[in-house]
């Protein structure tokens, strides 16, 4: 006869035997010295045969580590069984079974995940992680710090750049770069360090775009070109207006380099809103001075920039750095007529490559 047995992965006894699986139930039938008139088909016992143990395995927060038995809780379910008769068939908590028949209902597996529970973190030193990383081509260096660009302003750079990409080196040299720049008492150490592969630094994920607004500061304007410099004009006393950039910058500084180059003076000057007002078209239009057209958010183009920087690096590492306005002045000032001459020419004559640069980008940051 045919004796139902709960599902075993190994079934006992000295008689042969053959299992069959139905609807998530074990039958076994008995050899066939049973006499047929004995066997009456399918039958189900009050008390449930033994079933054979699994070590460390009786109760189900101990059978959920056995998939075969998980796997006889959601065939259970899958039949329609309601999950409160499920675990009083197996004498387990209801909520044990809820959160495995919601658990496979998430992930469509039934076995348990291994490596579960509290997570243990261990403490890592910094050197071994440092020695992988430096192993893989990566180091720690400050990311570069440009101004954010739009769509429309990588346009207009790519734009400028192709108009003025057959310049020459003697166009480049009638050309004299402007710009305003503030230094200031207290310095930005950039202290935030990224990993990065040598050679990386301008591509987008390793650039930190940022606005830089600095206060308690001093603001200085000047001017390079090849074979020379303006002198170094401090703007004190508030903002920097259309009819102070015409009478403390264009007329004593820019009109004199005009009158000294001749026609082919190009004076350069960035977008700024003093830049731009009538009365300074005006006066260059009255002196005869042709305006460089220049595309918005583009400091990474002209060159003085690299200048600015070289010259905060001098006042910063003179024996004696300046504690106050006017030392900062006096600083500066003495600082700007020490630089050596052939480091301007050398910004200047970078123009070429900048431009080339810049189209190969498709107007994005260049790494000047």
């Known amino acids: 006869m045919l004796v139902r047995l709960p599902r075993a992965p190994v079934l006992s006894g000295g008689l042969r035997r053959k299992a069959q699986l139905f609807s998530g139930t074990l039958y076994m039938a008995a050899s066939s010295k049973t006499p047929p008139h004995q066997s009456k088909g399918l039958q189900k016992f009050k008390t449930p045969l033994p079933v054979p143990g699994f070590p460390g395995s009786s109760p189900l927060c101990h059978h959920t580590k056995n998939n075969f038995m998980r796997g006889r809780i959601i065939g259970k379910i899958e039949e329609g069984r309601k999950i409160t008769d ?3 068939e197996f004498d387990i908590a209801h909520s044990v079974v809820s959160r495995l028949w919601k658990s496979f209902k998430t992930t469509g597996m039934c076995s348990r995940r291994h490596g579960g529970g509290r997570v243990r973190r261990k403490q890592i030193s910094r050197k071994p992680v440092a020695r992988c990383l430096r192993g893989g081509g990566l180091y720690a260096l400050r990311p570069v710090v440009c101004v954010p660009l739009t ?30 720049s503030r230094f200031s008492l207290s310095s930005d150490c950039r202290r935030q360090l990224i990993w990065r592969e040598s050679g990386t630094a301008y591509r ?28 170094l004009h401090v703007v004190a006393n508030g903002t920097l207006t259309g009819q102070r950039y ?22 350069m000057d960035n977008n700024a809103t003093c830049h731009r007002t009538l009365a300074v078209q005006d006066c260059l239009d009255s002196e ?81």
């Open 86 to 88: 499920v675990a009083r």
């Open 151 to 180: 769509r429309q302003h990588r346009t207009a750079r790519l734009q400028w750049c192709r108009e003025h990409h057959n310049w020459t080196e003697q166009d480049w040299a009638c050309v004299l770069f402007s710009d305003e």
């Open 204 to 231: 987008l994920e390793n650039i930190q775009e940022k606005d830089r607004y600095p206060t308690c500061s001093i603001m200085v304007w000047a001017g390079i070109m090849i074979n020379g410099r303006t002198r």
């Open 246 to 267: 015409i009478d403390e910058v264009l007329l004593p500084h820019v009109r004199l380099f005009r009158g000294a180059v001749g026609d082919k003076f190009v004076f």
């Open 288 to 368: 005869g001075i042709q305006r460089l057209v220049w595309p918005a958010r583009s400091p990474d183009l002209n060159p003085i920039e690299n200048v600015w920087d070289a010259l905060a690096r001098q006042v910063a590492g003179r024996n004696y750095p300046p504690t106050n306005k006017n030392t900062l002045i006096r600083a500066l000032r003495e600082e700007w007529d020490k630089l050596p001459q052939h480091l301007l020419d050398n910004v200047v004559q970078s123009m070429i490559r900048r431009v080339e640069c810049c189209i190969t980008l498709h107007g994005g940051h260049i790494p000047y």
